[in-house]
């Protein structure tokens, strides 16, 4: 379905100026934008993928992962095809980069009302936006997002984290959670590896939780870009001055794919040595990622170290909680719906 873009300017020249994410493509008439899914047609912007549904799925919330929030709930799970970066490591970029590699937009047209009728069915506590770069669909996010919260269910962004403060200012109310990447701490990394800069994702990060939208950070480590104990503690470092100590810390194990073919797959240390330099700068809650069983995945208790969640990937096994409090030692836990 075609769509009028929110979020954009136009100019006497009938180019357009997109505010939608840290881009801000001027865009000449016929021309896309970074994303490859926003179009200028004759001097006013489309959105090229609003209510085409590229994949959907019922997933745990703690794949996305949020492990703060509701766990062991499901998220009904939706993308569409695109993407503002061009991460050479991409997980998903069959989907994500389609518009760019393949020259080709794909999904199935399905309107908001459906999508929240698909959560309701399957009993979803709430929808992730996800698999791809959810910001680059805002006007279909946007009116699912508004019709979620009129029916008792929460709005999660899988993202990352490169909006405008003004896709924010006007989508904050409906958002509830997000899992923000944070690639990496150095502008060489995001230019080279991404197509983007740093500091934005760093600025929608501290506005989130300005809007106090429940916030958890990824960071995927590759072995030789971004794993050194420097970065991995100014990582940290900004992570507990910057969003707070209560924010989680998703130190996820990288595996080669897409363009990245060259590194090897994350040794284990790495993540163990991940976890422990978070730690020590006063995080309260760091999880190894994509390395099920070995005890990484599960919350501790910051007072009493008592293991308050076990998890085996994304299930939860145990739960030592009492509203959201330790059961040993009775200290609040951090997040919502604990």
């Given at each position: 379905m075609l769509q009028e873009a929110m979020l954009y300017t136009k100019r006497d020249d009938q180019k357009v100026e997109c505010h939608l994410c840290a881009h801000r493509?001027?865009?000449?008439?016929e021309r896309r934008g970074v994303c490859?899914?926003?179009?200028?047609?004759?001097?006013?912007?489309?959105?090229?993928?609003?209510?085409?549904?590229?994949?959907?799925?019922?997933?745990?919330?703690?794949?996305?992962?949020?492990?703060?929030?509701?766990?062991?709930?499901?998220a009904y799970s939706v993308a569409t095809v695109g993407c503002n970066f061009r991460c050479a490591f991409c997980q998903n970029y069959e989907i994500s980069q389609m518009p760019r590699d393949q020259g080709?937009?794909?999904?199935?047209?399905?309107?908001?009302?459906?999508?929240?009728?698909g959560a309701r069915h399957y009993g979803c506590e709430s929808i992730a936006y996800t698999y791809t770069e959810p910001t680059v669909a805002y006007e279909f996010t946007y009116e699912c997002a508004k019709l979620a919260?009129?029916?008792?269910?929460?709005?999660?962004?899988?993202?990352?984290?490169?909006?405008?403060?003004?896709?924010?200012?006007?989508?904050?109310?409906?958002?509830?959670a997000a899992n923000v990447d944070l690639k990496a701490f150095t502008e060489e990394f995001y230019r080279k590896m991404c197509g983007a800069h740093l500091q934005p994702v760093l600025d929608s990060l501290k506005l989130m939780k300005r809007y106090n939208i429940w916030v958890e950070v990824t960071t995927l480590i590759i072995p030789t870009l971004n794993d050194s104990d420097a970065e991995l503690r100014d990582i940290a470092g900004f992570i507990a001055q910057e969003l707070g100590p209560d924010t989680p810390w998703h130190v996820s194990r990288f595996h080669p794919t897409y363009r990245l073919?060259?590194?090897?797959?994350?040794?284990?240390?790495?993540?163990?040595?991940?976890?422990e330099i978070g730690l020590k700068a006063g995080l309260r809650y760091v999880y190894e990622g994509n390395v099920p069983g070995r005890g990484g995945e599960d919350t501790i208790c910051?007072?009493?170290?008592?293991?308050?969640i076990r998890r085996w990937g994304f299930s939860?096994?145990?739960?030592?909680?009492?509203?959201?409090?330790c059961a040993k030692c009775g200290a609040q836990l951090d997040g919502i719906g604990l």
């Open positions: 493509c001027i865009i000449s008439p490859q899914v926003r179009e200028n047609r004759a001097g006013t912007l489309y959105s090229l993928v609003s209510r085409q549904i590229i994949s959907r799925a019922v997933d745990p919330v703690e794949k996305k992962p949020l492990y703060h929030f509701y766990p062991g709930t499901t080709r937009i794909l999904g199935q047209e399905i309107p908001p009302e459906d999508i929240v009728a919260h009129e029916a008792g269910i929460k709005n999660i962004y899988v993202t990352n984290g490169y909006m405008t403060h003004e896709m924010l200012d006007q989508y904050h109310p409906y958002l509830d073919l060259d590194k090897p797959v994350t040794p284990v240390e790495t993540l163990a040595r991940a976890r910051y007072k009493c170290s008592e293991t308050v939860v096994l145990e739960r030592r909680t009492v509203n959201g409090r």
